[in-house]
């Protein structure tokens, strides 16, 4: 199967082709991701009708790249899959509309995404992952653990109880007046910071769930950066890296509650959405899966922002499963994991 992705649901406009031609030949054969930073980065985030402009301009070289790179033509995909929701509605209704018009034109099956089954999946087009599987899924709209039964069949355990980890990450970039998008300008400072330098608090210390709260540590940044304890690029470096820390100290202390719930049967942890292409809290998921005897699993970075390979393959997963959308589906701005089995 050839099946052809689209993602509008926030600031990238992308189209992908993933085939599947047997179980071991599961391949992306193009992946365009046109990012529309530059038209956000003035806002120090991104602006809904800014988004919903862009992806109308951008949507039809994307697609077209997208197919030509993967050398094919739209009569030869044997199906379209577009992200339909959760996200920015302006941007969402500019791919559905988009991926319903090709398939009508050409009369392909057709399937509406939810975007974050797509980074939910993802690891399961690059690596050799069986459900059921354990996924934290941090992003900059989203922050949860879910047990990944099967396609479709999630179950999700904890979530943050305000802020997502990106959106974190991207409000203490732009209080520190580093960057856009937040992580990783945060990241790269963080890369020559002292983590010890300063004492923020740990959210949620001895919860007995796996919950998480970003807004104490934000606050306390943005404390530590009024009382002018941060001159130098030095001390800038220094409060980025002890801030990534304690983000860091709180996701391990919540997944060790996480992997408490789940059975022997969830031999994978599985970390996918933006905040996963930090290389520093990869490393310490993957020290804390080893203690505790599971495998831990992430995709490669370009396909942990978003993407729309992501939504290729969840696609490709469903139309193999004998689902298709109707034509008549309306984009979610809303749309939680756990109602997609209902
Ligand atoms: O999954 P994504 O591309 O879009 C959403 O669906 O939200 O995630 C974007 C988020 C942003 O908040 C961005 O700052 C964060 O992921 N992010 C990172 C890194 N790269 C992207 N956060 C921490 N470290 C990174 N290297
Ligand atoms: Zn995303």
Redesign the pocket.
């Given at each position: 199967m050839n099946i052809l992705g689209i993602e509008t649901s926030?600031d990238e406009t992308a189209a992908a082709v993933v085939c599947d031609a047997n179980v071991a030949s599961k391949r992306v054969l193009s992946n365009v991701v046109f990012s529309q930073i530059s038209e956000h980065i003035e806002y120090g985030g991104v602006v809904p009708e800014i988004a919903a402009r862009a992806h109308l301009h951008y949507i039809r070289p994307t697609v077209e790249r997208a197919l030509s790179e993967a050398n094919m033509t739209l009569a030869e995909i044997d199906g379209v899959a577009v992200t339909s929701g959760p996200g920015l509605i302006g941007g969402v209704l500019v791919g559905v509309m988009v991926a319903k018009a090709m398939a009508i034109a050409q009369n392909k099956p057709f399937l509406g995404i939810n975007?974050l089954e797509g980074?939910a999946l993802t690891v399961r087009l690059t690596h050799d992952v069986p459900y059921p599987y354990l996924l934290l899924l941090v992003?900059g709209g989203h922050c949860q653990f879910v047990a990944v039964e099967g396609l479709g069949r999630y179950r999700v355990l904890g979530r943050t109880l305000d802020d997502a980890a990106g959106e974190a990450f991207d409000k203490v970039a732009k209080m520190m007046d580093i960057g856009y998008p937040g992580g990783p300008a945060v990241e790269r400072l963080a890369l020559t910071g002292d983590a010890e330098r300063f004492v923020l608090p740990r959210p949620l210390i001895g919860r007995k769930d796996c919950n998480f709260s970003f807004s104490g540590l934000k606050t306390s940044v943005r404390t530590t950066l009024q009382k002018g304890a941060v001159v130098t690029d030095q001390d800038k470096a220094d409060l980025a890296a002890s801030f990534q820390k304690v983000v860091g100290d709180h996701i391990v202390d919540r997944t060790k509650y996480a992997l408490s719930l789940v059975d022997e049967r969830y031999q994978h942890l599985v970390v996918a959405?933006?905040v996963a292409a930090n290389k520093y809290l990869r490393g310490r998921l993957a020290e804390l899966a080893e203690k505790m005897g599971r495998a831990f699993v992430a995709p490669p970075l370009g396909l942990c922002t978003?993407n729309a390979a992501m939504i290729a393959w969840a696609g490709l997963e469903r139309f193999k499963a004998g689902f298709t959308s109707d034509l008549n589906i309306s984009p979610k701005p809303r749309w939680p994991l756990e109602s997609l089995g209902e």
């Amino acid at each position: 199967m050839n099946i052809l992705g689209i993602e509008t649901s926030c600031d990238e406009t992308a189209a992908a082709v993933v085939c599947d031609a047997n179980v071991a030949s599961k391949r992306v054969l193009s992946n365009v991701v046109f990012s529309q930073i530059s038209e956000h980065i003035e806002y120090g985030g991104v602006v809904p009708e800014i988004a919903a402009r862009a992806h109308l301009h951008y949507i039809r070289p994307t697609v077209e790249r997208a197919l030509s790179e993967a050398n094919m033509t739209l009569a030869e995909i044997d199906g379209v899959a577009v992200t339909s929701g959760p996200g920015l509605i302006g941007g969402v209704l500019v791919g559905v509309m988009v991926a319903k018009a090709m398939a009508i034109a050409q009369n392909k099956p057709f399937l509406g995404i939810n975007h974050l089954e797509g980074h939910a999946l993802t690891v399961r087009l690059t690596h050799d992952v069986p459900y059921p599987y354990l996924l934290l899924l941090v992003s900059g709209g989203h922050c949860q653990f879910v047990a990944v039964e099967g396609l479709g069949r999630y179950r999700v355990l904890g979530r943050t109880l305000d802020d997502a980890a990106g959106e974190a990450f991207d409000k203490v970039a732009k209080m520190m007046d580093i960057g856009y998008p937040g992580g990783p300008a945060v990241e790269r400072l963080a890369l020559t910071g002292d983590a010890e330098r300063f004492v923020l608090p740990r959210p949620l210390i001895g919860r007995k769930d796996c919950n998480f709260s970003f807004s104490g540590l934000k606050t306390s940044v943005r404390t530590t950066l009024q009382k002018g304890a941060v001159v130098t690029d030095q001390d800038k470096a220094d409060l980025a890296a002890s801030f990534q820390k304690v983000v860091g100290d709180h996701i391990v202390d919540r997944t060790k509650y996480a992997l408490s719930l789940v059975d022997e049967r969830y031999q994978h942890l599985v970390v996918a959405g933006g905040v996963a292409a930090n290389k520093y809290l990869r490393g310490r998921l993957a020290e804390l899966a080893e203690k505790m005897g599971r495998a831990f699993v992430a995709p490669p970075l370009g396909l942990c922002t978003d993407n729309a390979a992501m939504i290729a393959w969840a696609g490709l997963e469903r139309f193999k499963a004998g689902f298709t959308s109707d034509l008549n589906i309306s984009p979610k701005p809303r749309w939680p994991l756990e109602s997609l089995g209902e």
